[in-house]
């Protein structure tokens, strides 16, 4: 029998760790295009998506106080980044799209469970 | 087809995401237990440890230059971890102990590889 | 001339650094307590003021869009650390409650700046 | 008098979050240059350089076992990234350049002293 604080987090921190993995995937990706500049604002989202990404999934995994609402504010995060990356035809981008669109589902629900 | 930069990469990327995991977790419940402070030196470890897994992530994810060298620390790391959890009989320390040895084992396959 | 992006987040940056810095301190200094069970809670709040302010200072140095948001909770994070750090009468924890409560402040007025 | 864990850290701390602040600074104006492209290396060192700068100075902070260790590939990381906007002669590569070579000597001394 597990004595995981939070199960009921699992599927969250999972879509958090997925969608940070696919923002670094597709930042480093846009820095090899040849038009790095049209994807700016995508590497920049791509840095602070994965980066509060991985903080909700730590203050999850902690059973953190404060984890409800970093996953509301991920969820900005998020789904500004899959804006931005829905716009580019590329692989890496629309991947990242769409792990950003199910990673603020996930905190949503976070959210609304709350 | 995905155009993820190091596919081969994953493995040790999710060893590392469930290492991170269930530090976070075997730090909350280790505050948790009756003796706290026999379970200060986990604790700090937990804490090392799951902030050098998730950054090995970050690097392996961007394809970093660095990586193989972040993994090869991460590894020292997560063994130091992986010994103190082990001498710990709680459940929670002995999955973060497995959790551990598991992620060390992936991040010096890394630095085989590389 | 400096072309810093935002010299206004400056001061704020500093705060979060310091906060971050005076957590990571408590929550070590807290581990070496000979009640660690009654630091429990001050521990957990470190913890997660420290990988905040941090963020929040990344944030801010790339001129996230997200910045002010960011700030906003970090603010709400540092205001329950310095809140249990008050209680306890050791120089570790007054040292920090006065670090978070700084920067709970700074991150106010970046939000009311904005 | 201060409880600060290890005061003879403290400069290398400083030194780590200027690094840190300097190397975010640089990949968001280099974001914004004309030629993006030739930017692209300095980018993903800058993202290298803050994330493990940001870690050393928490594990300095808490007095990690592991803190001279990481400090030792912080030096590694932060000279390659100064070696590469020193290449480049705008402010923000030139200053992120300086911090990341100050840094870099902070840390070997860190190094040197244990």
């Known amino acids: 029998m597990s004595d995981v604080q939070h199960p009921e987090y699992q599927a969250c921190i ?3 760790n997925a969608c940070a993995a696919a923002c670094d995937n597709c930042s480093t990706a846009c820095l090899q295009e040849d038009d790095v500049k049209m994807m700016a604002r995508c590497i920049a989202l791509d840095m602070d998506c994965a980066a509060i990404c991985r903080m909700a ?5 902690r059973g953190s106080d404060f984890a409800v609402q970093l996953c509301r504010l991920c969820a900005t995060v998020c789904s500004a980044c899959a804006d931005e ?3 580019h035809r590329m692989d890496h981008c629309q991947a990242c799209a769409q792990a950003c669109r199910r990673c ?3 905190c949503i629900a976070m959210d609304s469970a709350a």
């Not at 999934?57 to 995994?61: D, K, L, N, S, V």
């Open 85 to 87: 990356c829905g716009k």
């Open 14 to 16: 999972d879509a958090c």
């Open 57 to 61: 999934a730590a203050y999850m995994a």
């Open 104 to 106: 603020a589902e996930a």
